[in-house]
C-alpha cells in the first residue's frame, strides 16, 4: 500500500523560481528518497536522505527530513524548463527490499 | 548504477490476450522488483522476484494474473495475462541499487500497456 502523501499534486511555476514539495509517511523508516520521472517513462534516483539525517543537498536539490512529523520536503532551487516532471518520494528499508512510493507532484516549469 | 532495459517500450493489445514483458538488467542481482502505474498515478508494487524460486506478490496481485519468470541473475519477465482495459498502465521493473545501508533503486524505462 501507498505510504506516501505528497502535496501539492501539480505545481507551476516560473523559470528561475524554487519549487517546494511536500511528503509525510505513516510508519517508521530508515531512509526517503526522491525521485524524478519524466512523460511516464522510468524512474530516476535524485537523492537519498537517512532517518538520522535532517538535511541533504545535492547540487540545486535540497532535501530535508523531519522524522517527529514524518514528513520530507524537497526544495529545487533557481528551477528550469528541463526540471518539468514528476517527482515522487519514497520510502524504505536497508537492503535489497521494495520501496512505497507517494502519489507525486506533477512539476510544470515555465519558460 | 545498473543499466536496465525493457521490452517492449509500448504496446497496444487486444482485451483477452496476454502480454510478456521482458527486463534485461547489465549485471548480476538476486532480486528484481515488478511496479505497476495507473494513468495518473504512482507507482505499486506488483511482486518482488528472486532468481531461483517464486515470486513474492503484494496484495491484491496473483500469480495467476501476473505471472513471473526469474531465468537466471540478470533477466525477468512479468505476464499480464487475460487482460482487460483496467490493465492499461506502465510496467516498470527495477533492481537495488547495491549499497549495504542503503535501498535506492534503478529503474527502467518502462512498458506502456494500452489494453482496448
Known amino acids: 500500500s501507498q505510504q506516501g502523501e505528497e502535496d501539492p499534486q501539480a505545481l507551476s511555476i516560473q523559470e528561475g523560481e524554487n519549487a517546494t514539495m511536500n511528503c509525510s509517511y505513516k510508519?517508521?523508516?530508515?531512509?526517503l528518497q526522491w525521485y524524478r520521472q519524466n512523460s511516464g517513462r522510468g524512474l530516476v534516483h535524485l537523492i537519498l536522505?537517512?532517518?538520522?539525517?535532517r538535511e541533504k543537498h545535492s547540487g540545486r536539490l535540497r532535501v530535508t527530513l523531519d522524522t517527529s512529523k514524518k514528513s520530507s520536503s524537497l526544495l529545487i532551487t533557481a528551477s528550469r524548463a528541463a526540471d518539468t516532471a514528476s517527482y515522487f518520494c519514497?520510502?524504505?528499508?536497508?537492503?535489497?527490499?521494495?520501496?512505497?512510493f507517494g502519489k507525486g507532484t506533477r512539476l510544470s516549469v515555465i519558460a | 548504477s545498473a543499466v536496465i532495459s525493457q521490452k517492449p517500450s509500448r504496446d497496444i493489445c487486444q482485451r483477452g490476450t496476454s502480454l510478456t514483458i521482458q527486463c534485461q538488467v547489465d549485471?548480476?542481482?538476486?532480486?528484481m522488483f515488478w511496479y505497476r502505474q495507473q494513468p495518473g498515478q504512482s507507482l505499486t508494487l506488483i511482486a518482488t522476484?528472486?532468481?531461483?524460486?517464486?515470486?513474492?506478490?503484494e496484495s491484491g496481485f496473483v500469480i495467476d494474473k501476473f505471472p513471473i519468470s526469474r531465468p537466471n541473475l540478470t533477466f525477468s519477465t512479468l505476464t499480464v495475462s487475460n487482460m482487460s482495459p483496467e490493465d492499461s498502465s506502465i510496467y516498470l521493473c527495477?533492481?537495488?541499487?547495491?549499497?549495504?545501508?542503503?535501498?535506492?533503486?534503478?529503474f527502467g524505462p518502462g512498458t506502456r500497456l494500452t489494453v482496448l
Open positions: 536522505i537517512r532517518s538520522n539525517e
Open positions: 549485471s548480476q542481482v538476486t532480486m
Open positions: 527495477s533492481v537495488p541499487g547495491g549499497r549495504v545501508l542503503s535501498n535506492e533503486q534503478f
Open positions: 519514497a520510502t524504505g528499508n536497508s537492503g535489497n527490499t521494495p520501496l512505497v
Open positions: 510508519t517508521s523508516i530508515n531512509n
Open positions: 522476484a528472486n532468481q531461483g524460486s517464486e515470486a513474492t506478490y
